[in-house]
Every structure is written in C-alpha cells, then in structure tokens.
C-alpha cells in the first residue's frame, strides 16, 4: 500500500499541507492554527490535474501557417496545433525579435496583470517583467484594478498612496478603542480569505467578532446587506448605489451646521477646509448639501442621515471604505470625502478613530507591516518609458499614436504588436468585454503563458503551458504575515508544462541575454538568493531567521515580530516634525495641485458628481437595475472557477445572479430560473437567486466566471453563457485624474431566458490538433 507523503505549501487563500498519494494530490490541508481557514482549499486538487490542463505548447493554426497577423478574428474561434517545445520557443523568440527590430520594445505590452502565484520567485508578473527588461523593454500597465483610483489620489490628499493598500490602523489599536465603526461598502469576510503571497492565519472574523463583544457598534452602508458579517449585528444602511459620497457630503453638513466640525483640527492639520465648506454650505454653487439633499440621492431617511452624523461625533469613530468604492464613475470623490470626513470629525490620528482603507479586501489588512518588508524577484532596469493605467487596454489597442490625460500628465498611447501575457486573466478583469474582444485582434501576436484553458489562453496565438505552484519549488511570504513558507513541489509537471522561469530563461537563450536574466541562478538558486536577502534585511531590524538549509527542512519559519500602529499617529501628535508629503505637509481637503489640472470630472476638492449610469439617470428608465459586480466568495478573482467550489456554487449551470425578491416578482423570475442580465453592451445568461439581502433596485453578479461568448467569432458581440458581469460593465476611466476601472457603475435589466443557448463550453478543453 502506497503512503502518503506530505509537503509545505501555501497559496493566495492560505497556507496549507499538500498531500499526496500515488504522484497525485489529493488534498489541500490547512494548518490546524488558522482559525477561520478559507474553503476554497478544496479547489486545489482537482484544478492541478484537471482535464483543463494545457498538455503541450499550442499555436493557432492560422497563424501558424501564415505567420503574424493572419486572421486575428480568429482568436478564441480557431483549433490550435500542438508543437514541440523548442519550435514553439523558436516562434516566440523570433517574433519577439520582429517586432523590437521593427516597431521598437515600445511595441510590446507586456501588462501581464493578475493574481498569478502566491510564490515570490515564480510570480509570472515578474518573471516576464524581468524577461522584456533584458531584451530592451516593454510597454507596462501602471496601477492595479482593485485600487488605483486611490493611488492616484492619495499622493495629492495624504501624500502617501500606501495608505490605499495596507498602510491602516492595526487591530490592537481598534480592540477596546472603537466604540462606533461605519463602513462604506461594509467588510467583506469573502475577501478576506484571500491575501497575495498567501496567509498563514485567516484572523479578521474573529477579530471583529471581539471588538463587538466588548462593546463597538458596526454599520454597513451598502446595498448589500451581507457586505458585514450578520454575527456582529449591525446596522444597515441600505443606500442607493454610487452614492456614497452624496451622503458622505450630507454626514459633514450636518456635523458643519450642528456645530460639531473639530474647527481646531480642521485648522492644525488640514488645507483648504474653508473653501470646501463653502461648498458643503451651497455657497459655492447655490446648494448646500445637507441631510434632506443626500436622502434625495441615496435614498435614506434624512432623519437616520442627521442622527448617524451625530452619533459618529459622539463616539470614537473609526471609517472605513473598501476598494469597491473607487471601481465607479468618479471613484475618487468617495475616498476623498472619506478622509475630508474623518478631518472633521477630529479623530485622525488616535486609537480607534480616523479612517482607513480595505479592511476586507485582503486577508492581512489590519496586521502590522514587518518591517524588512517581502522578498520580491528584482525585474531589473526599466529601459523603455512606456506605459498606460492599467485599465485603459482597450483605449490603447483601439488608438494607437492618439493622446489621453492622467494625473496632470498628457500621454500617448502606444503602437501595440505583440501582446505577452503571463499569470492573469483580462478577459475576466478588464470591463466590457465585447469591446476587449474586438480591441484584442489588432495586435499581430498575442503569446500565453497559462495552466489551464483560460478564456486568455483560448484567444491566444501562441500558448505555452506552465506549471502550477503544486509543480515546481518557491517560497511563499506577504509583508504582513509572520510566516514564510517552503513552497516545495509537491507533484511532478504536468503533461509536460514548464515553469515561467525555464520558459523565459530558453527565450533569453536564443535572444543572448540568457546570462543577464538567469545570473547564473537555477530555481532553486533563486529561492535561496530571496531567502537570504530577506534574511539579511530582517536582521538588519535586529530580527533572527535561521539559515537556508534550516528553513527548507523545517518547511517555515515565524517571524517574530509584534507592532501596533495608528494612521497618522506622528501627524497627529507634531504635524511640523512628521509632514505628509503633500505640497503643504498637510491633509489637503482642497489640493491646488489637482485644481491647477482643471478637470471637471475631478475638481480640487471633493464634489458629488452625478454618474452616467445610476438609479438617478434618465438611462435608468430602459435599465432600471444597478448591477453590483463584485468579488466572489467562491473563487479569487477567475482563479479556480474551474474548481470543485465554484462550480458547486452555479445555479442553472451559471453564475448566480442575486436579486430583491420585490425585483423578481416584477418580472417574474423564480428562485434558480435562467435569466438573462443585459444592457446596451451586452447579454449575459445567469441563475437568479432571490435575496433579501440585496437593496431593492439592485442586481448583484460576482466577477470571475470565465467569459464564454456563444459566438467566439461574433464581430459585434455575443451573449455569455456563463455569467461573467464584465460583459455589461463600462469601459472608461473614473475621472481623467486616476484613470480606473468605472465597473460599479453599470444598469441593466433582467428578465427569464427565453432560450438557452446549452452548457458552458468553457470548462471543456477548445480544439486543438495533436
């Protein structure tokens, strides 16, 4: 009888044992000290050696017998030929080497934007990163989807765009300081199981769960009910969706008009109040708004607007708001109405008060930043200055050579010919897919790295199988989590796949410049040159981890390390020995600079601007529903749909789709009817669920299933079989200060299908020939 034999590992939903039996594994065992481990655990067994899997380099046959450019409609349409491994890296290098000598690096985007790995050495982001920078560079995509709103932001108001992504008050500094919580877009606990470079202890629900037994008051403003955990019994404000800042400007009247506005902070620590007050007070424009404005818009009593203001003055009050916020037409006016709140209020900078950012929306938010930071593959030197906000692909594919504004700055958008894609998945970030789909076929090439037959690998022209995290040796660690992880392979490659980092050490090779991009390094090499550059940087802090061979035997280490802090503590407490690195040191409630650019959609200071496409719109009367795209609790992002806890979670065979039940006897849908989700930009074929958890007037339809059109080769659009929201979704940016992803703010209408278009297709392999 074969023995099990067991490994370390981790991953982004957690650390975990990997068992394995007969060259297989069977399960994904968390660590018996996580105390809220994450289910999606389970998934991984089953996606390493699904049916998915990539079982040899692929190419589209037309391009294959016609090279670059030949039909591009094709993609995701056309059967793939399998070839060898050194012809396919042949075709890659020559064609990289094409389009550089010809066209200049600038030519290729290797944005490459997703999850990828939760190891630091095999993080397929990087590696290509590090690969393009030695063959003379690339063109990147600046910023994330999930906050670069914010980190545009931020600089102007704070001076620090860390403060969007993990730079928050710790819990100890909440635990028994906190006596009132508000959150904007609530705290997501199906979030929290997942954090970039894996997590050892999964601690946010137990940790809320105590500051609520000894005594603080949570509120959840959001459309959805379930947004903050029912155990903590909160308050729910169930506003309208997008306005958030409507009745943010309506809390800081109230607290202006009543007399509770901290003038004394307001005039210590912050510019520009006065001419934003005029604002708040209608002075400005003729309309001051107030409690009875903000309900007008976000559809709340005026009377529980008045008395959460006056609640919040009276305690210690700590505001949070979530990434989700700043994913919405002007995505900036709700953060900075957030700080401009929490200004007036007084509290910054105190145990239990103040404001932060995305608790929630990643597993160790709340954790104390070691101070040796993670370790990180270096990339290299940047050699080619040419870069887009990252969620701005298809206004770059479609307008090669035309201009556009982002952050005070005129740019242009380059010429893009080969498109190189290694660890994500676009066509599950990016916003209306139709589009994508068209923008996707003006590049001459398009190269894959991928595991599985992604919707991506699918529209490729050249696909290259790579391993999975299971299948090659790593180490896995995140700047806020005490534990590093040997990430030892636990199964051998599958059907022949190959780690990124062999794949772009063979290209490097034909493109001589094998030597600058290895260093000499085998993997194994470069697992213990970042163990040891973390290791010296540790000690440096006056903190001990033992030696490589000691680490690798034991399978982790624990940082020993405890820290608590307090946002703006230092600010606080002297604002002239510890400025922000804002222009005038201090929080800038109005910013001179963001006035100078003279963007309408983002003045100088934080405004309510109506979105195109909200409850409020004259749009609203064809799409009467706002559609709430948001991350799903049985996956991250697309990673694992193909999985056995995503595919448990389908309802009629797709995503669910939830809606209030006022909203479904309306049309009449039935709890798991097949329903149709559409707007102008699209159709899409989901399971209706009917919740009373979701604000009536709201649709909600998580993110990540994969994008399966019905019609692959569709000029014009197909609808989606499957579910995935960001075929409705809008594609420009939030203002032309951050230039995000405006996704939350889409309406649409839903109604029972009247035909169904069969199975989804896209958890079957597509054609291809051996």
Known sequence: MTSDRTYPHTSHWGSFTAVVRDGRLIEARPPAADPDPSPLLASIPGTVHSDLRITAPAVRRSWLEQGPGAHPDRRGAEEFVEVAWDTALDLVAAELDRVRTTHGNQAIFGGSYGWSSAGRVHHAKTQLQRFLNTIGGFTDGRG?????????LLPHVVGDPAMVSGEVTTWGRLEGATT????????PLRTAQSQSGGVSRHVQCDRMLGMSRTGTRFVNVSPLRDDLDPDLDPEWLALRANTDTALMLGLAHTLERDGLADQQFLARYTHGYATFRRYLLGESDGRPKDAAWAAGICGLPEHRIVDLAHRMAAHRTFITTTWSLQRAEYGEQPYWMTITLAAMLGQIGLDGGGFSFGYGNSATTGAAKLPFGSPSLPTGRRRCDSWIPVARISDMLENPGSSYEYDGQTRTYPDIRLVYWAGGNPFHHHQDLNRLSAAWRRPETVVVHEPWWTPTARRADIVLPATSTLERNDLGASSRDRVLVAMKRAVEPQAGAR????????????LGVAGEFTQG??????????????RERAAEHDIRLPDFETF??????????EAEHTLLADFRADPVAHPLRTPTGLIEITSDVVAGFGYDDCPGHPVWLEPREWAGSALATTYPLHL???????RLHSQLDLGEVSRAAKVAGREPVRLNPADAAQRGIGDGDLVEVFNGRGRVLAGAVLADEVRAGVVQLATGAWYDPVDPSATDGSPDRHGNPNVLTQDFGTSRLGQGPSAHSTLVEIRVADHDPGPVRVHTPPPHQR
Do not use: C
């Not at 009132?180 to 705290?187: D, H, I, P």
């Open 180 to 187: 009132l919580w508000v959150a904007f877009g609530g705290v």
């Open 521 to 534: 390094r085998d993997e194994m090499g470069w697992v213990r040159f970042l163990y040891d550059s973390t």
């Open 628 to 634: 709430i795209s948001n991350q799903p609790k049985h």
């Open 552 to 561: 690798w035997e034991r399978g982790e280490v624990t940082v020993e390390y």
């Open 499 to 510: 780690d990124d980092y062999a794949i772009f050490a063979g290209l490097a090779d034909r």
């Open 144 to 152: 994330t989807y999930s906050f670069g709103t914010a980190t545009a």
